[in-house]
């Protein structure tokens, strides 16, 4: 066979600026070593590209293979960061400190693998990128085109990925669907590299499938329309999962295959299930693993018996989720995006892990605190009453946080399990700096920029400690745990007598002015967790043996939270919420490792 690619990546290096080829190749690189999934989505978009993706990673991971995904957003944003969650879903923010797409979440949770700044792009940082070159003369004298260079550094990206986290498959998510102007060049890229290397690229095509109630039927017209908008791009794809409301049917499989070229085998029905982890199982079942190792030759790099373990124990979870649950529970979640739950997708993922591994079910009631009048206890109460745990989640701005402390105060008045994620936790420091202090004017700088006690403030000396200038304190840092706590208890027990680290990711602008620490204090708060050397506070708690479970952190524990994993704030927060809705029942009964005890704290 001629050696087609290494002629073409010889021609396109740049000892040649005659060439019409523009395809720079990151040093190291072995064309053939590794094999690129790309998931383009087709008809609409919305359908779980990501969740497709990472589960067919996920299949391959567990073989053995080294997977890294990484999603193509066709925004402009250089990031996630100023996204309104309203709009686009959670920010979710890796351990280097990158603020992406939600669906990095899906990958990392699925994976059971951190990632970063690497496996995700948008089109603002390419196109920044190809500025920045042209300045500094990178382009040899040509006109600065989208084909080739704009996509040449695409494929240079994704190649630079591969060899980076030397993965044997790189999942590529295109942001999107197939025919918008903005992800035009990521697809016109991916075609070049399927060009650039034949066979080592599988594209997957993820499409929809109608079922008009008025026909009672699913028809398959718009999906083809779909995929022969991708195969007008010089796409054709290998693979295509069906979304649809209910399975779709071996007829209208077949007229998809038929229309797309896509044998029948390949063509797969990913219908709304009641969970999304069953998604890797019932892909096995199907054969669509052995399909894309066939594909991309890749059947001898599978190890059986590392795949048997990993399948077993994701079996394991998955049962749990499927069991008869044995606990019934409410936990409030109170948040100015009440009304869209895609803006807390990692807190919902994180109670559905805690509630599985703990034969929970939970219920979970949105509160508004917009809505409440927080002067009115009545009124308060009686959002809260009939609740076993409340989470005051993160957030910015001054919007109903009058509301928000108003509700700790009566979790920790009435002894209901709290749990204060990030502006959740600076609203336990404002509440108790008030009513247990009787500091009647603290506040958050974020709120009162005049506060005279601003308990909660921006403090530039620690702001230059960290590096960060005025920005926003980001990614996986250490946090130094306290001993017989109940932050020592829920982290690991074993280490429970002696001080140690544990490493949480931030997203964050205020923290506790020190000045305050010790009047808190000495008034029954506990900071629990701190930074390992600067008087940053990160977790906060009151002792076990006057409060069930009243717990704070600085940090997001739900982006860390993973099905085989959960966080264990959560688990202590549905331990104590089940305890709550019976309290009779024994605490072996509910969980011995998940529950504190008295003498565990005070020892
Ligand atoms: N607004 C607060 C801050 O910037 C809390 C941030 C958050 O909850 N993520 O510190």
């Known amino acids: 066979m001629p050696n087609q690619e290494n002629d073409i990546l010889a021609a396109a290096g740049h000892s040649n600026i005659e060439t019409e080829f523009y395809s720079p190749i990151p040093d190291g690189y072995k064309p053939g070593r590794h094999k690129y999934v790309a998931v383009l989505g087709t008809v609409m978009s919305g359908l779980g590209k990501g969740i497709f993706s990472s589960s067919l990673a996920k299949l391959l991971k567990d073989k053995g293979l080294r997977v890294a995904p990484i999603k193509l957003e066709g925004y402009l944003n250089l990031d996630s960061g100023t996204l309104n969650p309203y709009r686009h879903g959670e920010v979710f923010v890796l351990d280097d400190g990158m603020e992406t797409d939600m669906d990095l979440g899906t990958y990392e949770r699925m994976l059971d693998q951190n990632l970063t700044g690497?496996?995700?792009?948008?089109?603002?940082?390419?196109?920044?990128?190809?500025?920045?070159?042209?300045?500094?003369?990178?382009?040899?004298?040509?006109?600065?085109?989208?084909?080739?260079?704009?996509?040449?550094?695409?494929?240079?990206?994704?190649?630079?990925?591969?060899?980076?986290?030397?993965?044997?498959?790189?999942?590529?998510?295109?942001?999107?669907?197939?025919?918008?102007?903005?992800?035009?060049?990521?697809?016109?890229?991916?075609?070049?590299?399927?060009?650039?290397?034949?066979?080592?690229?599988?594209?997957?095509?993820?499409?929809?499938?109608?079922?008009?109630?008025?026909?009672?039927?699913?028809?398959?017209?718009?999906?083809?329309?779909?995929?022969?908008?991708?195969?007008?791009?010089?796409?054709?794809?290998?693979?295509?999962?069906?979304?649809?409301?209910?399975?779709?049917?071996?007829?209208?499989?077949?007229?998809?295959?038929?229309?797309?070229?896509?044998?029948?085998?390949?063509?797969?029905?990913?219908?709304?299930?009641?969970?999304?982890?069953?998604?890797?199982?019932?892909?096995?079942?199907e054969g669509l693993d052995i399909e894309i190792l066939s594909i991309l030759d890749l059947h001898s790099a599978v190890r059986p018996r590392e795949e048997d373990k990993a399948r077993r124990e994701w079996a394991k979870f998955v049962g749990m989720l499927n069991a008869q649950r044995t606990h019934d529970i409410t936990i409030g979640i109170t948040g100015k995006y009440a009304a869209l739950r895609d803006a807390y997708a990692s807190i919902d993922k994180a109670l559905e892990h805690s509630a599985a591994h703990l034969s929970a079910k939970i219920n979970i009631e949105w509160l508004d605190t917009t809505e409440m009048d927080p002067t009115n206890p009545i009124e308060i109460a009686s959002h809260l009453?009939?609740?076993?745990?409340?989470?005051?989640?993160?957030?910015?701005?001054?919007?109903?946080?009058?509301?928000?402390?108003?509700?700790?105060?009566?979790?920790?008045?009435?002894?209901?399990?709290?749990?204060?994620?990030?502006?959740?936790?600076q609203m336990a420091v404002v509440e108790h700096a008030r009513n247990v202090c009787g500091i009647s004017d603290a506040a958050s700088s974020e709120f009162d920029p005049n506060a005279a006690s601003a308990v909660i403030d921006i403090l530039p000396e620690q702001k230059k400690i960290e590096g960060l200038g005025g920005n926003m304190r980001l990614g996986g840092k250490d946090v130094q745990i306290k001993p017989h706590t109940l932050a020592a208890?829920?982290?690991?027990?074993?280490?429970?007598?002696?001080?140690?680290?544990?490493?949480?990711?931030?997203?964050?602008?205020?923290?506790?002015?020190?000045?305050?620490?010790?009047?808190?204090?000495?008034?029954?708060?506990?900071?629990?967790?701190?930074?390992?050397?600067?008087?940053?506070?990160?977790?906060?708690?009151?002792?076990?043996?006057?409060?069930?479970?009243f717990i704070g952190a600085q940090f997001h524990p739900e982006l860390t939270s993973r099905p085989l994993e959960p966080h264990p704030m959560f688990m202590g927060l549905v331990a104590a919420a089940i305890r709550h809705a019976n309290p009779d029942l024994p605490a072996e009964q509910i969980s011995s490792r998940w529950l504190p005890t008295v003498a565990q704290a005070a020892s």
């Open 385 to 425: 009453k009939d609740l076993d745990g409340v989470i005051v989640p993160g957030g910015f701005g001054a919007r109903g946080t009058e509301g928000k402390i108003a509700c700790v105060q009566y979790c920790r008045e009435n002894k209901l399990p709290y749990l204060g994620i990030c502006l959740g936790f």
């Open 118 to 285: 690497d496996n995700f792009a948008t089109s603002g940082q390419i196109y920044r990128h190809v500025l920045d070159k042209e300045r500094e003369g990178g382009y040899l004298g040509r006109d600065v085109q989208m084909i080739p260079h704009v996509t040449g550094e695409v494929k240079h990206l994704l190649r630079s990925l591969a060899v980076k986290q030397k993965s044997d498959v790189v999942f590529i998510e295109v942001g999107g669907t197939v025919g918008d102007f903005e992800n035009g060049f990521y697809i016109e890229a991916l075609r070049e590299l399927a060009f650039e290397e034949p066979g080592s690229v599988c594209f997957v095509a993820l499409t929809y499938v109608l079922e008009p109630k008025t026909l009672g039927e699913q028809k398959s017209k718009a999906a083809q329309l779909g995929l022969k908008k991708l195969m007008e791009n010089g796409i054709q794809p290998h693979m295509i999962a069906c979304r649809a409301t209910n399975e779709v049917g071996p007829k209208v499989r077949e007229k998809i295959a038929m229309f797309s070229n896509v044998p029948v085998r390949a063509v797969f029905s990913m219908h709304d299930r009641s969970s999304i982890y069953s998604i890797p199982e019932s892909m096995h079942q």
């Open 489 to 549: 208890m829920l982290f690991g027990q074993e280490q429970a007598n002696k001080t140690f680290n544990v490493r949480q990711r931030f997203r964050h602008r205020y923290e506790v002015d020190p000045n305050f620490i010790e009047r808190l204090e000495d008034k029954g708060l506990i900071f629990s967790g701190r930074h390992p050397e600067h008087p940053i506070m990160q977790v906060l708690e009151i002792s076990p043996d006057k409060h069930p479970y």
